[in-house]
């Protein structure tokens, strides 16, 4: 039996198509097997294509799955930001008025809080991300040297190399991040053995003086090599910055701007908001704007 499908191709934390970070949105997956959902995605050739399904658990809202060419993982954030300005521009789930309007969305990482802010210009979406929690990464120096083709100077020489879901490996300024050539098939293996979901190399040398962060995020072992603007892992980026010390806030909420893209010509930017309470990260936030490029139908069986 054969269907059509209606997707939407959406460049994330970008105003400007052919920007930032594409991924495909299905709105409507209901009836789509898992073998569908992963055959679309790999048909797209996108880093991720996610779908929006009614909810299987009691609290949620919507649910979302996301499938890169390869496989399903359990948190993506760009393509969180796709799906919910598509969401908006079809003016569904209550999306239409020029209110914010919130969402409790179940997904393979729990039931994640999602805030659609309707304007006249478009919609900024808000993707609340579990809090990290960071683990000593320097044993892994000399593995991290080689598969990204890097001198141990080039490292930098205060900040620890960190780990979470990903691995965090900080340089010395945008030049060094902007010249790493990784050895992609050393990094699958070490994301593999290691059970590490990408590697996150960056620098606080940044392009904007605004901005606090520059990044690129290598994930071949999912099947994408480097990833255009990865909101996932600019989160935990900014939990990394206020733990070292490097942002700094005398209330109980700060923003910062993580940058992305540039190295690849796909400029994008998410925007990083934590609550801080007791000294701590209590709450993450990422929150980005997004265009559509073209919608299209896809024939699927």
Same mark, same amino acid.
């Given at each position: 039996?054969?269907?059509?499908?209606?997707?939407?191709? =959406?460049?994330?934390?970008?105003?400007?198509?052919?920007?930032?970070?594409?991924?495909?949105?299905?709105?409507?997956?209901?009836?789509?097997?898992?073998?569908?959902? $992963?055959?679309?995605?790999?048909?797209?050739?996108?880093?991720?294509?996610?779908?929006? /399904?009614?909810?299987?658990?009691?609290?949620?809202?919507?649910?979302?799955?996301?499938?890169?060419?390869?496989?399903?993982?359990?948190?993506?954030?760009?393509?969180?930001?796709?799906?919910?300005?598509?969401?908006?521009?079809?003016?569904?789930?209550?999306?239409?008025? $020029?209110?914010?309007?919130?969402?409790?969305?179940?997904?393979?990482?729990?039931?994640?809080?999602?805030?659609?802010?309707?304007?006249?210009?478009?919609?900024?979406?808000?993707?609340?991300?579990?809090?990290?929690?960071?683990?000593?990464?320097?044993?892994?120096?000399?593995?991290? /040297?080689?598969?990204?083709?890097?001198?141990?100077?080039?490292?930098?020489?205060?900040?620890?190399? /960190?780990?979470?879901?990903? /691995?965090?490996?900080?340089?010395?300024?945008?030049?060094?991040?902007?010249?790493?050539?990784?050895?992609?098939?050393?990094?699958?293996?070490?994301?593999?053995?290691?059970?590490?979901?990408?590697?996150?190399?960056?620098?606080?040398?940044? =392009?904007?003086?605004?901005?606090?962060?520059?990044?690129?995020?290598?994930?071949?072992?999912?099947?994408?090599?480097?990833?255009?603007?990865?909101?996932?892992?600019?989160?935990?980026?900014?939990?990394?910055?206020?733990?070292?010390?490097?942002?700094?806030?005398?209330?109980?909420?700060?923003?910062?701007?993580?940058?992305?893209?540039?190295?690849?010509?796909?400029?994008?930017?998410?925007?990083?908001?934590?609550?801080?309470?007791?000294?701590? =990260?209590?709450? =993450?936030?990422?929150?980005?704007?997004?265009?559509?490029?073209?919608?299209?139908?896809?024939?699927?069986?």
């Amino acid at each position: 039996m054969h269907m059509n499908i209606s997707i939407k191709h =959406v460049d994330a934390f970008t105003d400007t198509p052919l920007q930032g970070n594409p991924a495909a949105v299905v709105l409507h997956a209901e009836g789509l097997t898992d073998a569908m959902m $992963q055959g679309i995605a790999q048909e797209m050739a996108l880093s991720e294509t996610a779908y929006l /399904l009614p909810p299987t658990a009691t609290g949620a809202d919507l649910r979302l799955r996301w499938f890169t060419p390869s496989n399903e993982v359990p948190l993506c954030g760009h393509a969180t930001i796709a799906t919910f300005h598509a969401v908006a521009e079809e003016r569904l789930h209550g999306t239409g008025e $020029q209110v914010r309007r919130m969402f409790r969305v179940e997904t393979r990482s729990g039931i994640l809080p999602i805030a659609v802010q309707q304007e006249t210009t478009g919609a900024t979406v808000h993707f609340g991300l579990p809090v990290s929690h960071f683990q000593q990464g320097h044993h892994h120096r000399d593995a991290i /040297l080689s598969m990204l083709n890097l001198h141990g100077h080039e490292l930098d020489p205060v900040l620890p190399i /960190l780990v979470d879901k990903y /691995l965090y490996v900080p340089v010395v300024d945008r030049r060094v991040l902007f010249g790493v050539h990784p050895d992609y098939s050393a990094v699958d293996a070490f994301q593999r053995h290691h059970q590490v979901g990408g590697i996150c190399v960056f620098t606080t040398d940044t =392009v904007d003086r605004e901005s606090a962060v520059h990044s690129r995020f290598f994930c071949p072992a999912d099947g994408i090599n480097e990833d255009p603007v990865t909101g996932s892992a600019n989160g935990p980026l900014g939990v990394y910055l206020f733990e070292q010390g490097l942002i700094k806030t005398h209330g109980e909420s700060v923003s910062i701007i993580g940058e992305q893209g540039d190295a690849i010509g796909r400029r994008g930017r998410v925007k990083i908001t934590l609550d801080i309470a007791g000294g701590r =990260v209590s709450k =993450v936030e990422i929150s980005g704007r997004a265009v559509t490029v073209f919608t299209t139908e896809m024939r699927v069986r």
